[in-house]
């Protein structure tokens, strides 16, 4: 796991170099709106790229997390099915519903049933390396997201430009993010980690919950701002010194909720005196989003390496998909 963190930024070059070679049909049909399909580390993605793009795109954008998909989806849905392995059921079961509405179809996978059937019904579709566990291979899914919009005119550009600037900004703060990434999993040891974000950063905040819970073994959860401060809130009573707040904090997020962000510290303050504030760094959103992944990424494999687990491994998901294969 460790060297495919590293590897962080050489797979989003070899996804953005590997766009020069894509060969993808034009769509005749009207698209009115998009459904992206996929779930854990093939869906985190989607929901990363939809709140990317919400400000200039035009197009509404749902992502779908569940085996059955929405009413609305007809042949005038664009329904992109991402799966690393190609084998997720979830996936497969809402490519056939889509296919059934006579959506336009797309897919992004490294093979198994979904590269087949898109090579059989001639579906556009990315193929992407294989071999890496979906979470760690989020630098070569992610860019094809991008590329795929763009080529069905979702979203005005590819993006290539912010995710070049991206692999030099990591590249050169490399040092600098593991050595805050040290700092904050020494924070995080043995806590409950409570991650909040403004809400245009939820998907990043996501990743880094589902990076803890896969990498680090470890439960916690996340909110967004404001909405946190219409429930959530009224949940902090009790001093709790297990409890560690994370804050993601972005230049770019709402004025009021930069306010907002400081009432709530003095809150958490009476309960925990764990509260640490991540800042991103990057000029625009998508360079944010990235630095604050790669981050998180280090973050959850040295809390791994400090309780002496191993990050890899993920057998309570594998015994639940080989109880569901036998029913």
């Known amino acids: 796991m460790k060297n495919l963190i590293e590897d962080f930024t050489k797979h989003i070059q070899h996804a953005i170099t590997s766009a020069n070679n894509l060969s993808l049909n034009p ?11 996929g779930l854990g580390g093939s869906g985190i993605g989607a929901t990363i790229i939809a709140q990317i793009v919400a400000p ?34 979830e996936s ?12 336009i179809i797309t897919c992004i ?22 071999g890496h566990p979906p979470r760690a291979a989020f630098g070569l899914a992610f860019p094809p997201l991008f590329q795929l919009l763009a080529h069905y005119n979702i979203i005005e550009k590819n993006y290539r430009d912010e995710f070049e600037s991206a692999i030099k900004l990591i590249n050169n703060e490399e040092a600098n993010i593991i050595l805050e990434a040290k700092n904050i999993a020494d924070k995080l ?53 297990d409890l560690a707040v994370v804050i993601f904090r972005n230049e770019d997020d709402y004025f009021r909720n930069q306010k907002r962000i400081e009432v709530n510290k003095t809150v958490f303050s009476n309960y925990t005196s764990t509260i640490i504030e991540i800042h991103s760094k990057g000029n625009t959103r998508l360079e944010r989003a990235l630095y604050l992944i790669h981050l998180g990424d280090w973050v959850s494999y040295l809390i791994a390496e400090q309780k002496g687990i191993d990050v890899t491994e993920v057998n309570v998901i594998t015994n639940l998909k080989n109880a569901l294969a036998k029913i």
């Open 92 to 103: 497969i079961e809402m490519l056939v519903l889509a296919e059934q509405q006579n959506a």
């Open 27 to 37: 769509c005749s049909k009207k698209i009115d709106n998009v459904l992206i399909c």
């Open 189 to 241: 040891i043995n806590k409950i980690p409570i991650i909040y974000a403004e809400a245009n950063y939820e998907g990043v905040a996501i990743r880094f919950r589902q990076q803890i819970n896969e990498n680090s073994k470890m439960l916690c959860w996340h909110h967004v701002i404001p909405e946190m401060n219409h429930n959530e809130l009224v949940g902090w009573t009790t001093k709790d010194e």
């Open 109 to 130: 996978t490294s093979g198994g049933k979904l590269a087949e059937i898109a090579q059989e019904k001639k579906y556009n579709h990315i193929m992407i390396p294989g």
């Open 56 to 89: 200039t795109c035009s197009y509404p954008i749902l992502v779908n997390k569940d085996y059955k998909i929405p009413a609305f989806v007809n042949e005038n849905t664009l329904v992109v099915v991402c799966s690393y392995s190609g084998n997720t059921e």
